[in-house]
């Protein structure tokens, strides 16, 4: 019996079923001191990470970290330079347990376990690496969004570039009173929530010649909330709020289609410079440089210039989650998206767009911890 039991243990079913502790505590908020935790973060319908305020804990697939006893003690080998697996150990109702082996540049190898259970309401860590002594950590969970909102008389921005709805009641059939453009302000009441699902469908929302669309769809788990808007009263998706002003894309890229199709990167104010640094990489047929400036609100703009026709600006802005940078990359495509696409690419976690094939590329890319976006702007050739 005990056999059969530890099989099942490494058997797929057991990761699937609804009543497992991968199940029961996703995308849940811990903190631990000054250090926070996101856990069992949802990347795709069978993808999920782990990452706390300092380190990148886990990232583990459904569909490829599930292995028998045999499969498992062959990766624990680790026989190859830079090898590296992810296995889920144990995935009960109470216990989630996650094994990752990897070897470095030089031959070195170690196995790091991280073993997740709940005890009083709290959430307890255990890693171990390599047998060593294990190292307990203790988190606590952070209220609910719904209680951390308060909402009397406070100011939100519209952060959708398409017209937000602004309903009669609190439910998506309702009759429509008016539409809230991208920046504008509603003021939220103290009342109750209604929770709403909102699902951006990727495939269908811009206009391209070609596409490549690897993820199509992403759920944004909200609420409809009571708003003042302009004087009115009803109620609007609370997901796509902002507690601050959304990024006006103009300052970075300017749209033409006057005469010719054709996106301009722009330069920022000098106004909002707080530091430059240029470093001159080498002679080519020009000298290649790199040019970072750093700019108020936590911008920070590089320029990479290869030394002959191609020259990179990256935009680099801090973000709160993964939904921040799916509504961000949305909202900058549809403004891009005054004329057609050439190509698109969406993918899990970057995005990318060209407009002709001697055209500009631009592409957008969410850090490995989730706390910034990059977005790349090329021009240029060979």
Known sequence: MKKILFLLMFCPFFVYTQNTFLKRNIDTKWINGENELSFLEKIDPNSYKAVSSNSFIFFINLDKDVYSIEELE?????????????????????????????????????????????????????????????????????????????????RYYSNSFTPLLFREEPKVNSKILSKIKYGEEVTINDVPLTKHDLKFDFSTNFRTKHKNITYQEHIIQSYYVKANYKGQIGYVFFGLLSKKQPIDFSIFFKVRSLLSEEIIINKLDEKMLISEEYIEKGMREYMAFERTKIYKNNIIVTEYFNGKYTLTTKIELPIESRDEFYILSNNLFRYLNTFTFGNIYIGVDNWGVSFSEMGPSIGVKISEEGKKIYISYTSGGC
């Open 74 to 154: 062959r990766e624990r080998l680790l026989n190859c330079c830079m090898c590296s697996y992810t296995a889920i150990i144990l995935n009960t109702k109470d216990t989630l347990q996650i094994e990752k082996g990897q070897t470095d540049d030089f031959g070195n190898s170690d196995i790091v376990t991280n073993t997740f259970y709940i005890q009083e309401n709290q959430l307890v860590q255990v890693k171990v690496i390599d047998n060593e002594s294990p190292i307990v950590t203790i988190w606590s969970q952070v209220s609910s969004e719904i209680d951390n909102i308060k909402f009397k008389n406070k």
